[in-house]
């Protein structure tokens, strides 16, 4: 019996790089980049008035450029991980919808959240910046974006990679709990957008132990399967 490997980059890889472009743009703009010299006042929440989200952005605008960009940037190995995790499933012989789900899940993921760090870009230009008027719409619509229109997809992504691989017993079965714990997390996180906003802890807790997941997930994911004996393939 020959072993057949799936061909396409490592998962594992691909959800680290993620993760440390991420964090790397986090570090310019909060708490986390403390050691690099980063001080307060640091990146503003939703529940600030517009006038401190107004004067971070007016006075912070290298911070945020560097954060936008690398955040950016983080989307391009999260975007092949959703393809190339999805075509192991299919190649490990799952053919249920579970991969399509986190498919859409994934590619929304990268979208919501490219347009996100693209408007925090955007509001970086000099003649953006000082018009008060225009920087607080813009902060809610990358917010709204980057926010739960990222822990909401990112529960599909997560909800049919788990459920997909747990049927299969493709992955261990704390690492299946975990990811439905995470996808159950970001789903509820919709409820933020309506009347309760105290839901917003949801996102981070979708978004920071999901660089976990996505990493051990990646790692874990088998490579190869068995495939048609040789003489079999030679016939």
Known sequence: MQTIRHRGPNLGA??????????AGL??????????????????????????????????PTQVLIC???????????????ATIVSRLRFLGVS????????FGGFFTVFNSSISHLVMWTMT???????????SPLYFLSYVFGGPGFSIP?????????????FRRLLPKWIVIFGLLLAAAGELSWLHLLFFPKLLFLIPL??????????????????????????????
Request: proline letters at 9%.
């Open 27 to 60: 570090c310019a703009v909060s708490g986390f980049g403390i050691p690099f010299g980063v001080k307060p006042p640091w990146f503003p929440g939703p529940w600030e008035p517009a006038r401190v989200i107004t004067s971070y952005f007016q006075g912070h």
């Open 125 to 135: 230009r000099p003649d953006i910046a000082q018009n008060a008027s225009i920087l």
């Open 154 to 166: 990112m529960g599909l992504l997560i909800a049919g990679v788990s459920v997909a691989a747990g």
């Open 68 to 82: 936008a960009s690398l955040q950016f940037g983080a989307m391009i190995p999260l975007g092949i991980y959703a």
């Open 96 to 103: 249920a919808a579970g991969p399509y789900i986190a498919l």
């Open 206 to 235: 979708t978004r920071f132990p999901g660089f976990i997941w996505l990493i051990v997930a990646g790692f874990a994911m088998p490579v190869a399967r068995g495939g048609v004996s040789g003489e079999a393939a030679e016939g």
């Open 14 to 23: 691909l959800a680290t790089v993620y993760t440390v472009l991420f964090i």
